[in-house]
């Protein structure tokens, strides 16, 4: 089944492969990638985009001219819309678990009661895991129209009440809701994002998370060696000195994520972060 998606997208861009790898090479742009499972249950399969730094398609590298200018939300929607969501994403496909987040179910009830947020939401798995049987009302956001509508769909099928577990579409860095979070979880989110957005993705977080006894939940991902994106390569030094810079400090932290998905064991940590009270 794999394959049969892969074949005609190699063919498509076998042409403009080689030519970008070529210019590349005259421009000392190429760099080796490892094959990792990044997005299950592909290897790593991104379509091209002249702003997405690169792509692999099955074992081919297809390599992209990068475009460094501002990134917009606008070039986001159309992006995660025309490559994936606009194209139907099934359970299981790209970077759809088909479920929750194994760690976040372990740790959900250590974590505070009241309200949480989850960002770029897609199926919305984990805003129904985080919301815990109504322990909490969860708010899912996604860029993506068609994210949202496959997200209430499916929490239709759960027969979940909207009262409880809720989604927007809208962009995450304009997003004002009434009220802070009691508990925000990101997870594949912020290794989506161009790397230029990253402090403001870490200010907008701080920006909703209630102070003192608010706790930001980052399952960093993909920690590997790689370059381009999306999935960006991610590291707990990164993910670490981007919260500190927008005033957080450090609750718990697991660099070592026993119950991670088979096809991401060894890519993960598990990070739980705080706002003081008085900053």
């Not at 089944?1 to 210019?23: C, D, E, K, M, W």
């Not at 920690?223 to 957080?248: E, N, R, T």
Request: hydrophobic share 40%; glycine share 8%; net charge positive.
């Amino acid at each position: 089944r794999i394959g049969q998606r892969v074949r005609p997208a190699l063919s498509r861009f076998r042409t403009t492969a080689a030519r970008t790898t070529a210019t590349s090479k005259r421009l000392g742009r190429v760099s080796s990638t490892r094959s990792l499972p990044l997005f299950a249950p592909l290897t790593f399969f991104l379509l091209p985009s002249s702003r997405y730094g690169g792509a692999r398609i099955g074992q081919q590298r297809v390599l992209m001219s990068t475009d460094d200018s501002a990134a917009n939300q606008l070039e986001q929607q159309k992006f995660w819309n025309e490559n994936f969501w606009g194209k139907g994403v099934k359970k299981g496909d790209y970077f759809d678990l088909g479920h929750a987040s194994p760690p976040l179910v372990r740790i959900r009830s250590s974590l505070p009661a009241g309200t949480g947020f989850v960002p770029g939401c897609g199926r919305g798995y984990d805003c129904i895991a985080l919301s815990e049987g109504g322990k909490r009302k969860v708010t899912g956001l996604d860029i993506v129209e068609r994210a949202v509508d496959a997200a209430k769909s499916y929490r239709d099928e759960q027969k979940i009440e909207a009262k409880n577990v809720d989604y927007i579409c809208a962009d995450f860095f304009k997003f004002k809701p009434d009220s802070k979070f009691d508990v925000v979880f990101d997870y594949t989110f912020l290794c989506a994002l161009p790397p230029e957005l990253r402090e403001n993705w870490a200010k907008q977080m701080a920006a909703l998370l209630e102070e003192g006894t608010g706790r930001l939940v980052t399952l960093i991902f993909p920690i590997v060696d790689k370059q381009g994106g999306p999935p960006y390569a991610m590291s707990v030094k990164l993910v670490s000195d981007l919260m500190k810079g927008a005033g957080f400090e450090l609750v718990s932290i697991e660099e070592e994520v026993k119950d991670s998905v088979e096809s991401r064991k060894g890519m993960e940590a598990l990070a739980v972060w705080k706002l003081p009270t008085k900053r």
